[in-house]
């Protein structure tokens, strides 16, 4: 699998699925969330308003991810998941890796093979960019997957040096 850097906004990346850091009410939020229903439309949120009816009545879980079209996107797919809120008192890693995981499963059943992720976890939510990137990257780099391309995109030049620098630095998958 190949993994590219990209500096920009996840919601123009021609690609087969993006992924959203969504929240788990599947009702749309702010950042990637936002930014994804602005530009894709309403019927991303049509299809998200029948899965919470039909299965997650009581909200996507964390680490859980589910697809849905992805209307007006260049993508044909999004892919939500809910990435953990970071805590100082508790190591919810396991969390975040299971975002990048569950995705990509996703993607495999889909038979999508290129996918983009933003940095999950690390608006909002509250995760450091250093960690947020080298749970990405070594998640991504260590799941079996037939998808064959996944681009980072990362909003802003802060987040792509950590991310440039993470992939420096990680062991070879
Ligand atoms: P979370 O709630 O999981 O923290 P956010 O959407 O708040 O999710 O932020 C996740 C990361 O995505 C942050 O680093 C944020 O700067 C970045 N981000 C926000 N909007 C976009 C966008 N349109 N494209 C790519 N990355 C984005």
Same mark, same amino acid.
């Given at each position: ?8 906004? /996840? ?23 936002? &930014? /994804?229903?602005?530009?894709?439309? !309403?019927? /991303? ?13 009581? @909200? ?22 809910? @990435? !953990?809120?970071?805590? &100082? ?7 975040? =890796? ?13 038979? =999508? ?5 933003? &940095? /999950? ?22 799941? !079996?997957?037939?998808? =064959? ?8 030049? =802060? ?10 630095? &990680?062991?070879?998958?």
């Amino acid at each position: 699998m190949e993994i590219k850097l990209i500096q920009g906004d /996840i919601t123009g990346q021609d690609v087969d699925a993006v992924v959203n850091a969504a929240n788990s009410s599947l009702l749309g939020g702010g950042g990637v969330d936002g &930014a /994804i229903h602005r530009r894709g439309g !309403p019927e /991303i949120l049509e299809e998200c308003r029948a899965l919470r009816a039909s299965r997650y009545g009581r @909200g996507l879980p964390t680490g859980q991810a589910v697809a849905t079209t992805a209307g007006r996107l260049p993508a044909r797919w999004v892919i939500h998941t809910v @990435g !953990p809120v970071h805590s &100082a008192s508790e190591d919810r890693s396991e969390l975040l =890796a299971s975002c990048y995981r569950e995705s990509l499963r996703v993607a495999d059943e889909l038979g =999508a093979e290129t996918v983009a992720f933003p &940095a /999950i976890s690390t608006g909002v939510y509250g995760w450091p960019m250093d960690d947020g990137a080298r749970v990405a990257l070594s998640t991504v780099r260590g799941t !079996p997957t037939s998808v =064959a391309e996944v681009r980072f995109v990362l909003f802003d030049a =802060a987040a792509y040096a950590v991310f440039e620098r993470a992939l420096g630095e &990680a062991p070879p998958a």
